[in-house]
């Protein structure tokens, strides 16, 4: 007597598993769309993750290098090349193959360190020292400088400027997003040379 129902109602069990593997087909669809956000989410904060360590780790190495560094007994080649080894150092217990180079600036004061400009009396107002404008020659080179001295430990209460900059490898999941295989970073620390009473007085010139 069943001999004329539709083929559906004559076979349950056939119509249950074409929709268990309807199921699948949809569950693999959703698995194919979400994966990469998935793997993207993980691996991005992974590598976030990384710099971010990597920073905090030289920021304060820096900063802990900076004040040594700053003291009487820090100004010789030695001793600065110690400072600089123990950053280093630091830097590839993390990211063994690091490139770390290192820089410093010296100013009068810190507001010079923070403009990154010798000191001169602004008068028109332009950001630049012209028209008569006084400034003080802090490296005694007759001409006003945009820039601190380089490579240069300085004096007595001078502010120098210490810079560590390292091109790194990122980790290797990064190949995955299709980033750079490199990444670039960068750590400064400004600290006021001692003793603190005994800064020498910069020449006084007037820009053309």
């Given at each position: 007597?069943?001999?004329?129902?539709?083929?559906?109602?004559?076979?349950?069990?056939?119509?249950?598993?074409?929709?268990?593997?309807?199921?699948?087909?949809?569950?693999?669809?959703?698995?194919?769309?979400?994966?990469?956000?998935?793997?993207?989410?993980?691996?991005?904060?992974?590598e976030i993750g990384y710099?971010?360590?990597?920073?905090?780790?030289?920021?304060?190495?820096?900063?802990?290098?900076?004040?040594?560094?700053?003291?009487?007994?820090?100004?010789?080649?030695?001793?600065?090349?110690?400072?600089?080894?123990?950053?280093?150092?630091?830097?590839?217990?993390?990211?063994?193959?690091?490139?770390?180079?290192?820089?410093?600036?010296?100013?009068?004061?810190?507001?010079?360190?923070?403009?990154?400009?010798?000191?001169?009396?602004?008068?028109?107002?332009?950001?630049?020292?012209?028209?008569?404008?006084?400034?003080?020659?802090?490296?005694?080179?007759?001409?006003?400088?945009?820039?601190?001295?380089?490579?240069?430990?300085?004096?007595?209460?001078?502010?120098?400027?210490?810079?560590?900059?390292?091109?790194?490898?990122?980790?290797?999941?990064?190949?995955?997003?299709?980033?750079?295989?490199?990444?670039?970073l960068e750590a400064r620390?400004?600290?006021?040379?001692?003793?603190?009473?005994?800064?020498?007085?910069?020449?006084?010139?007037?820009?053309?």
């Amino acid at each position: 007597m069943n001999d004329n129902l539709p083929s559906w109602t004559a076979s349950p069990s056939s119509a249950a598993r074409r929709f268990k593997a309807t199921k699948r087909g949809v569950s693999a669809m959703e698995f194919a769309l979400v994966m990469p956000v998935f793997l993207f989410l993980v691996l991005g904060g992974m590598e976030i993750g990384y710099t971010a360590y990597v920073k905090a780790v030289l920021e304060g190495e820096m900063q802990r290098v900076g004040r040594s560094r700053t003291m009487e007994t820090a100004s010789s080649n030695e001793q600065r090349a110690l400072l600089e080894n123990r950053v280093l150092d630091m830097v590839r217990r993390l990211a063994p193959t690091a490139n770390v180079s290192f820089s410093r600036k010296v100013f009068r004061d810190y507001a010079g360190a923070t403009t990154g400009k010798e000191f001169f009396v602004d008068a028109n107002g332009n950001g630049r020292c012209d028209n008569k404008e006084v400034f003080e020659d802090g490296n005694n080179n007759g001409t006003w400088d945009e820039a601190g001295v380089n490579d240069s430990d300085g004096g007595a209460r001078d502010v120098v400027v210490f810079t560590a900059a390292i091109d790194y490898d990122r980790l290797p999941t990064t190949g995955v997003l299709n980033w750079t295989r490199t990444g670039k970073l960068e750590a400064r620390t400004a600290l006021r040379n001692q003793p603190f009473d005994q800064q020498l007085p910069k020449p006084e010139r007037t820009c053309l």
